[in-house]
């Protein structure tokens, strides 16, 4: 493993990761650690666990201060997450997390329970990123080839956020990044 790699997300993740997650009692680090222990007990790939883990690497390199959604201001952090880890790894651990805010409107869109069953931060956010998808952003979203984990990484991220869950550590995790780097 790229020493220099494992550094930057430590780094990121363990250095900085200590504010809250949005407006849930866990912070960024134990949100991502939850993610990527739910994505492992699911049997999902290396990729969509290491994306599991990683989702969330933008609200942590935005610089737009704690919380942005609670004052009104969409981060982005997608996008910004999206590009970073694109630098480092292949299309099926940064499309995923490119797609986990679409795949919430998404599931909003199709699922009729499923907003009833979001976090309150998820519901703020949500009007934020644009609410739930049209009947046409449904189709354009279906037709992505990395929708589908997306939406299994989207369901992991709605769910790792228990102040009483243990997981493995970060460096648990890490160990699928030679899988998933650009060679
Ligand atoms: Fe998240």
Redesign the pocket.
């Known amino acids: 493993m790229s020493a220099s790699l494992r550094h930057d997300l430590l780094d990121i993740f363990v250095g900085r990761a200590t504010r809250r997650y949005g407006l849930s009692n866990v912070n960024q680090l134990q949100?991502a650690l939850q993610?990527a222990t739910l994505a492992e007990a699911d049997g999902a790939s290396p990729a969509t666990v290491l994306a599991s883990l990683l989702?969330?690497i933008g609200h942590m390199i935005h610089g737009l201060g704690d919380n942005p959604a609670g004052r009104g201001v969409d981060d982005v952090h997608e996008e910004l997450g999206a590009r970073w880890l694109a630098q480092h790894f292949g299309p099926e651990v940064s499309e995923p997390v490119r797609l986990h805010v679409a795949a919430k409107r998404y599931l909003c869109a199709v699922e009729s329970d499923y907003f009833g069953k979001l976090a309150s931060d998820s519901v703020r956010s949500l009007q934020l990123q644009g609410g739930l998808m049209s009947a046409n952003e449904v189709e354009a979203f279906q037709r992505h080839p990395q929708q589908a984990e997306a939406v299994r990484l989207r369901r992991y991220?709605e769910a790792?956020k228990d102040p009483r869950a243990t997981t493995p550590d970060f460096d648990h995790f890490l160990r699928h990044i030679e899988a998933c780097r650009i060679q």
């Open positions: 949100h993610a989702h969330d991220d790792a």
